[in-house]
């Protein structure tokens, strides 16, 4: 009865072990989580905040879609924004290049907001001007 109950608990506890995230994924969303908010900062939009995000970050995919809200305490002002939701897609054209497009549902227009293309790794190196040392 002991092992029983034994295999059950380690079962039950192996089933709740959290998700792994995809370390290519996490790089790609925090580039284009650091685009998004830097145009939403630029726009003077800084009261939207994220609030989903697609796919999640344990799969690799070439497109994000993001969706950031108004924050609750905003609501409470009077200047509420006329759109509670911001719909963004970011892709990741190769390594260095993304793009980031502000999609409106209501009016099915996408517009291009942002693009960046990342210098190669060599040309990073050689424009570091100190480097680390690493143990």
Known sequence: ??????????????ACQPQTINQTAQQQHF????LIEGFLKTQHLSEYQLDHLQPTLQHTAASRAYTYRVSSDVNMRI??????NLNFECQQKSAQHFNVQLIDQKQSTVQNVLSLNLPSQKTIDTLTAFALKTQ
């Open 1 to 14: 009865m002991r092992i029983i109950v034994l295999l059950a608990t380690v079962f039950l506890l192996s």
């Open 31 to 34: 580039i284009c989580k650091s």
């Open 79 to 84: 200047n509420i924004p006329k759109q509670q």
